[in-house]
């Protein structure tokens, strides 16, 4: 039995922070209405919904109105694919996407292209990055939306989305981003960045999960997934989780109060991460871009190993890491976003994903330099990559 666990794992999940907890309690229980009730405890809790609505607009140099609330980060992507491609088909058929994409938008586009809709593939270049002249040149007097994430959920590469947004909005198509990464971790400005569109997510920031947010800017025209009850401005009908919505709105004021100073911390523990393991681990690398990346990212790769026995291995000393999108962990073949980068598919089964987040300290991290090259040597003795390479 592993006496404790030292989580690297933040990209995945957050634990929710206990403030956050304090501020959803009274919504379980004595504010437990329903916000469409006209009753005086309906209005409280729709007073609250508002309240996490405008922190949140806020963030973002948003109007209040153009934030709504969904059930999931995955949720919200579709609604952007779907209800953007329905609502404007008579604009055009043609969607443009990275090769990097978190596997719900890429499965979004394939679903659409069964819809008789055209889905265009970005290459990135070998950090992950989108060119934007790149998107200049794809598009065409059809397309009707420029999907392009924010910072990968992998390799943590950060795009140019302000310049991408701008082409965009010259040339009069809606842009969108999956901020879900990114969101917290660094600013973001829908004005300046030019962004039509935003996906983010609760369960990543040290909210609870079961929560998401779609930025609309206002008078886009787009097709809701859910009808009913015409909840969320009739974009997304369904009883409203008032208590998870609370809480993702506390998230969001504490991480946006701590963002500067909490991302020099990550980036000095990230960077000693990178630096060390490329020095001391033989036939290391690292994935993504090396500067332009997020503060709590590092994706390293290891020669002559697999990746689902490295993080076995890691598991048996307590250090919880990934290879890579939680949401694709169970399957075999290599991740999309590695091979896209130019990655063989032995290079992309031999990479880690260390997350970093805000209880992860530095003995921690000395904890991690410390066990994972022996994790390494072990592996590659046993490894059958090794032998077919000498």
């Known amino acids: 039995m592993k006496n404790k666990y030292y989580y690297f794992d933040y990209a995945a999940t957050t634990p929710v922070d206990s403030q956050v907890v304090k501020a959803m309690t009274p919504y379980f229980s004595s504010d437990f209405a329903n916000t469409m009730s006209l009753h005086s405890m309906g209005q409280i809790a729709k007073i ?83 060119n934007p002249k790149d998107v200049e040149q794809l598009i065409t007097n059809e397309t009707i939306l420029v999907s392009i994430i924010h910072a990968s959920n992998e390799i943590g590469t950060i795009q140019p989305i302000k310049e991408i947004g701008a082409i965009c909005r010259e040339r009069g198509v809606y842009f969108h ?34 929560v998401g947010l779609l930025y609309i800017r206002e008078g886009m025209i787009i ?27 506390k998230a969001v004021e504490l991480c946006f109060k701590e963002m500067r100073q909490e991302s020099r911390r990550l980036i000095k523990m990230r960077d000693r991460i990178i630096k060390t393991t490329l020095k001391i681990i033989p036939d290391s690398y ?21 990746g689902e026995a490295l993080i076995l291995m890691l598991d048996s000393y307590g250090i919880e890491a990934s290879t890579g999108s939680a949401c694709s962990s169970v399957k075999l073949e290599p ?53 077919l390479k000498s």
Not at 187 to 203: F, Q, R, Y
Not at 235 to 245: E, M, P, Y
Not at 360 to 387: C, G, H, M, N, W
């Open 286 to 306: 690292l994935n993504g871009d090396p500067k332009n990346r997020l503060p709590n990212n590092a994706n390293l790769r290891f020669d002559f190993i697999e």
């Open 223 to 249: 097709t809701p997934l859910l009808s009913g009850g015409g909840q969320e401005g009739g974009l997304r009908a369904s009883t409203v989780n008032v208590s998870g919505i609370v809480g993702f709105g």
């Open 177 to 210: 981003t999956d901020a879900s990464q990114s969101f917290g971790k660094i600013p973001i400005d829908v004005e300046k960045m030019n962004i039509d569109l935003l996906t983010a997510s609760s369960h990543k920031m040290y909210g609870p999960k079961g």
């Open 48 to 130: 609250a919904l508002e309240k996490s609505r405008e922190i949140i607009a806020k963030t973002i140099n948003a109007n209040s109105g153009e934030v709504f609330f969904t059930s999931s980060a995955t949720e919200s992507n579709n609604t952007v694919m779907k209800g953007i491609a329905l609502a404007n088909k008579s604009r055009g058929n043609h969607i443009i996407i990275s090769s990097i994409e978190h596997a719900c938008i890429i499965e979004s586009a394939k679903w659409l292209e069964g819809q008789g809709f055209n889905i265009t593939k970005i290459k990135v270049d070998k950090y992950g990055a989108v």
């Open 335 to 387: 991740s999309h976003v590695l091979t896209a980068i130019g990655l063989k598919p032995q290079e992309a089964h031999g990479s880690l994903r260390i997350s970093l987040g805000r209880y992860t300290t530095e003995k921690d991290i000395d904890y991690l330099l410390k066990q994972l090259p022996i994790v390494v040597e072990r592996l590659r003795k046993l490894s059958p990559f090794k032998a």
